[in-house]
């Protein structure tokens, strides 16, 4: 089944030159040149993948981000401005699962394309198991859903792929390295910062008092634990 990629970027010659590069690699792509219309698109097209600028007219990536999170967990990139760590941090808080700093290379954007598609179908594949069980914790592997004292937490593919890692390796203090190469890749050991957002989002969303974490605890110098 061919895979369609959602293209958002407000520069036609900059859409032209990532579709260019998509379709050579057998994807089908869709486009857009504002917010408004990714967020749209995104809820009538359904994509596979979105692509989405930070810097657009009319409504900003950010809350597009923000927007097509309230209903799809769809695997999503921002593009970023080189250099600006505060957009990058930003889209990750929102729910982006990758971010590329412009100006890339080809191989840079197909690299990461691939990277997050990959997380995405093992997370749907996820069914050698039927419920992986952790104290209050239970992750239904055959659905991809999560529930934390009895309550659904809606996650991305990329936060759900993170905290069955953990789950699967509780009880073991996991590094900053072994969590990026395991989750995002071999080509991502370096990333850290991806790794503490995506962990500052989890406890945002399973702890109580996420300064307090006792679900995802920190140990300094060593790495990260689920108890």
């Given at each position: 089944m061919t895979i369609r990629v959602l293209v958002v970027d407000d520069e036609p010659r900059f859409v032209r030159?990532?579709?260019?590069?998509?379709?050579?690699e057998g994807f089908e792509v869709l486009t857009g040149t504002n917010g408004n219309e990714a967020v749209q698109k995104a809820a009538d097209e359904k994509p596979d993948?979105?692509?989405?600028?930070?810097m657009m007219p009319e409504m900003d990536g950010?809350?597009?981000c923000e927007r097509i999170r309230e209903f799809s967990n769809v695997p999503l990139i921002m593009l970023t401005a080189k250099g600006n760590e505060e957009h990058r941090v930003q889209g990750l808080n929102l729910g982006a699962d990758d971010y590329i700093?412009?100006?890339f290379s080809a191989n840079e954007l197909l690299a990461r394309v691939h990277a997050v598609l990959?997380?995405?179908?093992?997370?749907?594949?996820?069914?050698?198991?039927?419920?992986?069980k952790h104290g209050e914790l239970e992750i239904d592997l055959a659905r991809a859903e999560v529930r934390?004292?009895?309550?659904?937490?809606?996650?991305?593919?990329?936060?759900?792929?993170?905290?069955?890692?953990?789950?699967?390796?509780?009880?073991?203090?996991?590094?900053?390295?072994k969590l990026l190469e395991g989750v995002w890749g071999e080509?991502?050991?370096?990333?850290?910062?991806?790794?503490w957002v995506s962990i500052s989002r989890l406890r945002q969303k399973l702890e109580t008092d996420p300064k307090r974490p006792k679900l995802?605890?920190?140990r300094s110098g060593a790495g990260y634990i689920m108890p």
């Open positions: 030159l990532v579709e260019a590069n998509l379709l050579t993948l979105v692509l989405l600028d930070v950010f809350e597009a700093v412009k100006p990959r997380r995405a179908r093992a997370s749907a594949a996820e069914s050698n198991e039927s419920v992986l934390y004292r009895g309550e659904q937490i809606s996650l991305s593919s990329t936060e759900y792929r993170l905290l069955l890692e953990f789950a699967r390796n509780a009880g073991e203090t996991l590094t900053a390295e080509e991502y050991k370096d990333e850290k910062e991806i790794l995802i605890q920190t």
